[in-house]
């Protein structure tokens, strides 16, 4: 588990939150405002992971929280609004890559299965360590990575959400655990520091499992 700032929610704040929502449904522009304030670190350290740079990022923030005021009505008030809204910015941000991702230069994984990773390296990087290190990975790498390590899903949902084979996903983490290690090796993770993030962020869970399943 990383260092970084959980997301807490007492009961008068969801109460806030869902009357904002209500105010989303109605269209109203004072409660997208404060929906877009009360959520924008949360999801801006999603399009960060997935973005080149922070001005990529915002541009794939506005874009997700266009898509989520315009898709309110289909939100689900049983159910907990973070993931709803997670999940539309992660969709965002990946076919906002989509057509630029290239997953050149595949190799089985079957190649790598003998292969040790030290995980000791990286498990406890805080959270603008590791985002600093992602965000130098490559397109393609840190889709990957951020898909299976970060947000949880399966090699075969992401296939599914990248268009690509298993064998290919399994490959780019692969290669984006290498790279990332090689990163460390070069600098001193102690004293490696995101420059532009401004991002407080809830407690984030690494997969760094060797078995990629």
Not at 26 to 41: C, G, I, P, T, V
Request: with cysteine.
């Amino acid at each position: 588990m990383l260092k970084g700032e959980p997301v807490t929610a007492s009961r008068d704040s969801e109460d806030i939150i869902q009357k904002y929502i209500q105010g989303c449904v109605r269209n109203e522009r004072d409660s997208q405002k404060a929906l877009y304030k009360h959520f924008y670190s949360f999801a801006m350290g999603i399009c960060l992971r997935y973005a080149n740079d922070p001005l990529d990022a915002a541009g794939i923030l506005n874009d997700g929280f266009f898509k989520a005021f315009k898709n309110i009505t289909k939100y689900e008030t049983s159910k907990a609004f973070l993931p709803w809204l997670g999940r539309i910015i992660t969709n965002t941000a990946i076919d906002y890559y989509r057509a630029n991702l290239k997953f050149a230069d595949h190799v089985d994984i079957q190649d790598h299965e003998n292969i040790a990773h030290t995980n000791s390296v990286y498990d406890k990087l805080a959270y603008h360590d590791l985002l600093a290190l992602v965000q130098n990975l490559s397109p393609a790498y840190r889709t990957v990575f951020n898909l299976f390590a970060i947000d949880g899903y399966s090699h075969e949902e992401i296939a599914e959400m990248l268009g690509i084979s298993i064998g290919t996903s399994k490959s780019n983490l692969f290669k984006a655990r290498q790279k990332l290690q090689e990163m460390l090796k070069a600098t001193d993770a102690k004293t490696y520091r995101v420059r532009s993030s401004e991002v407080d962020r809830n407690l984030l869970q690494v997969r760094l499992n060797t078995n990629m399943q």
